[in-house]
């Protein structure tokens, strides 16, 4: 009945049902994947809390910093945590994550993109960002197999940062 309610909800407001997975998806990653200091278990419990479980998107995340990875990494990352869900939504992931990138704390300021990343078929978004005591991140939006993806990985120790000239 519940369902049901919701669906009718849905397409009086004119808003499709199918919504509910790219907000869902949007707020998990804005919630969570911004905090350090989180296990693959910790980040999946935290967002199946909100979003519910079975997660309506995938989900990547590791951080070797605090638990062991038994997969090949890419060069120079340290922690990743991604979200994809079903459709083209990259407006409503970039709108989402530059609001959450903007409030405090603010999530570092743009640099030029680290030699570790760079932009593949279908990224409509991929910056690299200062972030405190020298730490470097880079945010990445596009699609890839009919799916949007949003994701931030967060370099090893002094990988990437801004070269000093002076």
């Not at 680290?114 to 978004?125: E, I, W, Y």
């Not at 991140?137 to 120790?157: C, E, N, P, Q, S």
């Given at each position: 009945?519940?369902?049901?309610?919701?669906?009718?909800?849905?397409?009086?407001?004119?808003?499709?049902?199918?919504?509910?997975?790219?907000?869902?998806?949007?707020?998990?990653?804005?919630?969570?994947?911004?905090?350090?200091?989180?296990?693959?278990?910790?980040?999946?419990?935290?967002?199946?809390?909100?979003?519910?479980?079975?997660?309506?998107?995938?989900?990547?995340?590791?951080?070797?910093?605090?638990?062991?990875?038994?997969?090949?990494?890419?060069?120079?990352?340290?922690?990743?945590?991604?979200?994809?869900?079903?459709?083209?939504?990259?407006?409503?992931?970039?709108?989402?994550?530059?609001?959450?990138?903007?409030?405090?704390?603010?999530?570092?300021?743009?640099?030029p993109l680290?030699?570790?990343?760079?932009?593949?078929?279908?990224?409509?978004?991929i910056e690299?960002?200062?972030?405190?005591?020298?730490?470097?991140?880079?945010?990445?939006?596009?699609?890839?197999?009919?799916?949007?993806?949003?994701?931030?990985?967060?370099?090893?120790?002094?990988?990437?940062?801004?070269?000093?000239?002076?």
């Open positions: 009945m519940r369902l049901t309610a919701f669906i009718l909800a849905s397409l009086t407001l004119g808003t499709p049902a199918l919504a509910l997975g790219q907000d869902a998806a949007i707020a998990a990653f804005n919630a969570w994947c911004f905090k350090a200091g989180q296990t693959e278990s910790s980040i999946r419990a935290n967002m199946a809390r909100s979003a519910g479980s079975p997660l309506p998107f995938d989900l990547v995340f590791w951080d070797v910093s605090i638990e062991p990875v038994s997969q090949d990494l890419p060069k120079g990352v340290e922690r990743r945590c991604e979200v994809s869900f079903e459709g083209d939504h990259t407006d409503g992931a970039i709108a989402g994550l530059r609001k959450q990138m903007a409030t405090p704390p603010v999530f570092g300021t743009v640099i680290p030699d570790t990343h760079q932009s593949l078929a279908g990224t409509v978004l690299g960002r200062e972030l405190l005591a020298g730490r470097v991140a880079v945010v990445h939006v596009g699609t890839r197999d009919g799916k949007t993806f949003i994701a931030v990985d967060r370099l090893f120790d002094g990988l990437g940062a801004p070269k000093n000239d002076g």
